[in-house]
């Protein structure tokens, strides 16, 4: 409940990787205004090869302190995607806390260091595919055993390089696309029981994963001290429509609706939320 008003997703649980920042951290909030609980998981540290911070505990706290100030309860746990029995015991002990689980978001995920793909590391390589899709199968692993209120959303968070190519982001783009595999082959499987899986394709979202010193320098070498505005000038080029980063409310608000009995109908959809990207000719 938020106030008086009945929530999209009254008294349902949501899990959400990589939750400590971010649009993970946006999905906990945008979730809980509308009267969910959450479990939130983040590594919450560096990951080796990547070229920007990780999230740290304290934004992860930062998470906590703001879903508590829309009204609503959350667990959190330090967690690697990568590690399937840590998020089992996360899931384990969030749910006994709250007592259910609904909604799942697979939100987790590196963008990796830009490169020709010859010369991509095969170190790089792994640990994009790792995160990127192995981490999402162990989500998905870990909470189904939970799911078992009559139904449930699953929200699989790929990118718009998950609809098309793009230079330099082999490793990041292929992960992406294997998303998409996995988020059809789970609504097929998973109909009968009522549990639906969708994915989402974000294009240039405003978050620490595009506003960090690499990636501004690797987009614009030609200036000094560029920033993630400066950058923008040249990714902004994938968007269709004349914004070239998107704020990650608006990618909550497209996990919201999944997430709720408004889309009752809608699995195995690859939903775009790129200002046109994916479409763009
Ligand atoms: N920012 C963009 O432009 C953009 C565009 C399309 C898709 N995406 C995708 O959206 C998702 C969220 O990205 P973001 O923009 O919020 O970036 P971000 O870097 O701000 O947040 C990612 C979060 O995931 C966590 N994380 C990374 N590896 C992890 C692991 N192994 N285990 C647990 N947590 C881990 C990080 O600590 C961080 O808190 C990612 O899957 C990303 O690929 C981002």
Request: aromatic share 4%; with cysteine; glycine share 10%.
């Amino acid at each position: 409940m938020t106030g008086n008003r009945v929530g999209r997703v009254a008294d349902k649980v949501a899990f959400i990787t990589g939750a400590a920042r971010g649009q993970g951290r946006e999905h906990a909030i945008r979730l809980a205004e509308e009267g969910a609980d959450i479990i939130a998981v983040d590594v919450c540290k560096d990951i080796d090869g990547v070229g920007y911070p990780g999230a740290s505990e304290a934004d992860l706290a930062d998470t906590v302190d703001l879903v508590e100030k829309s009204g609503r309860r959350i667990v959190t746990a330090k967690a690697d995607v990568r590690d399937l029995e840590s998020l089992r015991a996360a899931l384990d002990q969030g749910v006994a806390t709250l007592g259910a689980l609904d909604i799942v978001v697979a939100n987790a995920g590196i963008s990796g260091t830009p490169a020709p793909a010859a010369l991509i590391k095969e170190s790089a390589w792994q640990t994009m595919l790792d995160i990127n899709i192995t981490g999402v199968w162990h989500t998905v692993k870990a909470a189904l055993p939970h799911m078992t209120n009559g139904g449930g959303s699953i929200i699989l968070v790929s990118s718009m390089l998950g609809l098309r190519g793009g230079g330099y982001m082999a490793h990041y783009a292929s992960a992406k696309h294997a998303v998409v595999g996995l988020m059809n082959s789970l609504a097929n499987e998973l109909a009968p029981q009522w549990i639906r899986v969708n994915s989402i394709h974000p294009g240039n979202v405003l978050t620490p994963m595009l506003d960090n010193e690499s990636f501004c320098r690797t987009l614009r070498p030609d200036l000094p001290n560029p920033t993630v505005h400066d950058a923008a000038e040249i990714v902004g080029q994938f968007h269709m429509l004349p914004k070239p980063l998107i704020e990650a409310r608006a990618i909550s608000n497209a996990v919201l609706f999944l997430a709720s009995d408004e889309a009752q109908y809608i699995t195995g959809a690859a939903l775009p939320v790129d200002a046109g990207a994916v479409a763009k000719f």
